[in-house]
């Protein structure tokens, strides 16, 4: 029998958004030059974000002392990411060379895909203060919305790291406004999905630059639509099931930080010979999705 009261639709989300993250690190060529890679770059980390605003008990998250907050989220993310930074800095000075300045660059901006962490985190810290000191919660939520906004069209004029620089904190502002107000009952998602990645296609094939356009112009109303209409009502439903999905949902925090290893082993030895590399990287996918689904046969039991 499955847990009650748990909503399965969200592992399920969380974990079609964790495969889009490693299909879009294991397929070649510029995010400019490859319309897959464009695709997935423009939405799946604006809907990650959502999606940890959205399971977030900023009621819970309020009424926390600093030192339990510290402690959860050493516990819940922070502890393993360190981990994983030393493991890929130690991976990144055996290729450039161990220096002072290879060590403190991957402090300033993380190797790859970690800055993500870092970022959740400062978000997480932000909601944290503003809900707990400022005792009410409309006005911590406008606050979080406007600092979002602030920081997704300003973000880009500082020299700093997106592992630091909270651009996409709009979206983790709405996924919590999203959890208190939004019911997300649209019932025909299709044809906004269809709407998304027309608007997709044609700039990335009519615009010099497209992603740079489209962070610029483009991303935070349509990645607002496009979390509000399609992701909310997918983990509103919890009619998804599928044990092998929820368990790389449930799972998704080891999972981002430890794929990119096959991915950059692979990478570095076979990028040039690209028929062995799509190979081994999609044999590589294979094996991961049938361990998955041997843990997700738990999952579905549970």
Known sequence: MRAVGRNHSVDVVKGVLMLLVVLGHVVLGGIDDNLVRFVI???HMPAFFFVSGYLLNTSKLGGMPAKAFASKYWHRMLKWWCVAWVV???MYCCFRGFTVESMLHNVADPYYHLWFVPSLLMMTIMAWGLFRYLKNDVLA???LLCLGVFFFYFSQYWDVSQ???CRLLAFFAFGIVARRCLCGKVLHRMPYICMYVTVCVAIFYAIDSPMAFFRSYVQLPLCI???AVVV??????G?????TIEWIGRNSLQVYLWHALPVAAINVFFETRVAVYYSLSFAALFIFLVYAYIKGKRVSAS
Not at 239 to 243: N, T
Request: glycine letters at 4%; proline letters at 4%.
């Open 232 to 237: 909310l009502p997918a983990m509103n439903s």
């Open 163 to 165: 592992a630091y620089n």
């Open 225 to 227: 639509l496009w979390c």
């Open 239 to 243: 009619f998804f099931h599928c044990g």
């Open 88 to 90: 890929y800095t130690a």
């Open 41 to 43: 770059y423009s939405f």
């Open 141 to 143: 939520i406008l606050l």
